[in-house]
Every structure is written in structure tokens, then in C-alpha cells.
């Protein structure tokens, strides 16, 4: 994979200023783009790690750029003005990554953050554990969007067999209504092995009764979200899951570090 990144911005300045602040903050080259057919001129010599791309372009007005990039097999991080909610739902229901409103350069450092957790997410390894088989597809589309490697099993002791296999996998998503061992179980029987600060487990349940939560988190799962979830919502927690276990392995070789002096 080049380590390069595309932005799609009519917006000239705007443009300049975040192809910029990237080149500055990030070990990354950048290419701009003023016109979905200048994007194709790039595509035709490069691969991106990501593309940034603007919603209303003079040969593109209503997003034709998003559809072709996610044709094109890039991984696209929408940058909009409109605020619109119906319109950010109908965005994110595409194979994007996020959706960025351009409003300040507040939004132009949380993309540089963003790039930085996509870089940080190659390194991890993620466990899908759900009997629907149209579910494990789409969680598997969404976490492979993010970089993340993953597995995907049907239910609970698949998941203990496949972490036998796989003992570096960092995160287990868990459903909690399956046949043979449920979510429930596979979470206790987790915990016998793996402590919180080396796996990391979030339960997903369509469930309406609210204990079901305590029964997880008190079983040891690091979170639970609640479906149906919007795309934000389920990014956000993974990467905050991950980043826990990022944060808490820096403190240990720290620590380790410091007891060596």
C-alpha cells in the first residue's frame, strides 16, 4: 500500500491548507484534486491509503465521487459543509469511513487523528462472533474499512477455537443471543484466560432487557452497544476499545522500563 493520501476538494484553499497540515503531521504524500476527473488522472498511477473527498464538485454535484472511489476499492472519508441530517444518514449509509463536516481547523486535525488510528489499526486483529451470516458480513466490511484484520465465527466455542489459533487477536465482538455457546458464556469463559488489559470483549444484543448490559459488563466485557447502532457510533467504540488496550500496553512498558533502572 502507497503511503499516500488523495484529497477531492473544490475548494482551493481548503485544500492547500489540509493537504498541508497532513504533509506536516503525517509520513504521508498527498495529492489534490480539484474535479472528480482529476481524481481518475491520479487514480490511474496511485493507490491510496485514504481519499478525502469533497461532496459537491463542478463535474460531480451530488457525490458521484464517493460511489466511484468505493468502486475503485478506496477508502473514502467524506468531507461536507452540509449539516443536514437526513443527508449525513443517507452518506454514512455508504462504505465510507466518516463523515467530516468542514467547518474549522478543529475538523482538519480530527482527520489527522483519524488518519493516524487507521495507521495504528493495521496492527490489530479483530474476532467476529454472530449466527447471522448477513451480520458478520457487514460488521466485517465495516472493521475491514478501518484496517483491522478479522475473523468471523458463528458462535461462542468457534470463538474459544479460533483464539487458540489466533492468540494476538486484540478484540472479540461478541452477539449475545447464539446456539451451542451464547455471548454471555463465551464472555465468562474468556476471562478464565485472557484478563481485560490483554483482550478486549464488546457484546452486541438487540435484546430489550436493559440487565442484559450489567450481565456482560459484570461476565467482564470492556462494552456493549446496543443494536440497531448507526456506523458512527460502532466505529467510535472500537477504536476507543482498541486505543484502551494501546494505552495500557505503553503504561506496562513503561513501567517495565522504569523498574530496569
Do not use: W
Not at 495529492?31 to 473527498?53: I, M, N, Q, R, S
Not at 451530488?62 to 472511489?69: L, N, P, R, T, V
Not at 477504536?239 to 513503561?254: P, T
Amino acid at each position: 500500500m502507497d503511503n499516500r493520501i488523495l484529497i477531492v476538494e473544490d475548494n482551493k484553499t481548503l485544500a492547500k491548507l489540509i493537504s498541508k497540515k497532513i504533509s506536516t503531521a503525517l509520513d504521508y504524500e498527498v495529492d489534490v484534486a480539484y474535479t472528480l476527473g482529476e481524481a481518475k488522472l491520479f487514480l490511474h498511477k496511485y493507490k491510496y491509503f485514504v481519499t478525502l473527498l469533497d461532496v459537491n464538485l463542478p463535474d460531480a454535484p451530488d457525490g458521484e465521487i464517493i460511489d466511484y472511489m468505493i468502486s475503485k476499492g478506496q477508502r473514502a472519508i467524506v468531507l461536507s459543509a452540509n449539516i443536514d441530517k437526513d443527508f449525513r444518514e443517507k452518506m454514512l449509509k455508504k462504505n465510507i469511513i466518516d463523515y467530516v463536516n468542514k467547518s474549522g481547523v478543529d475538523d482538519v486535525n480530527y482527520i489527522i487523528q483519524s488518519i493516524r488510528r487507521l495507521q495504528k489499526n493495521r496492527e490489530h486483529k479483530i474476532l467476529v462472533v454472530d449466527d447471522s451470516l448477513v451480520v458478520r458480513k457487514q460488521l466485517q466490511t465495516l472493521l475491514q474499512n478501518m484496517y483491522f484484520k478479522v475473523f468471523a465465527v458463528a458462535h461462542g466455542e468457534e470463538a474459544l477455537g479460533m483464539l487458540k489459533t489466533h492468540d494476538d487477536v486484540s478484540l472479540v465482538l461478541t452477539d449475545y443471543n447464539m446456539p451451542v455457546m451464547d455471548g454471555l458464556e463465551l464472555t465468562h469463559e474468556i476471562r478464565k484466560i485472557y484478563p481485560k488489559n490483554i483482550l478486549g470483549v464488546i457484546a452486541l444484543s438487540s435484546d430489550e432487557d436493559d440487565s442484559i448490559i450489567a450481565l456482560f459488563l459484570k461476565k467482564g466485557a470492556n462494552d456493549y452497544i446496543k443494536k440497531p447502532f448507526s456506523k458512527e457510533e460502532f466505529s467510535c467504540r472500537v477504536n476507543n476499545a482498541v486505543e484502551a488496550l494501546e494505552n495500557i500496553k505503553l503504561l506496562s512498558d513503561y513501567e517495565v522500563k522504569f523498574d530496569d533502572l
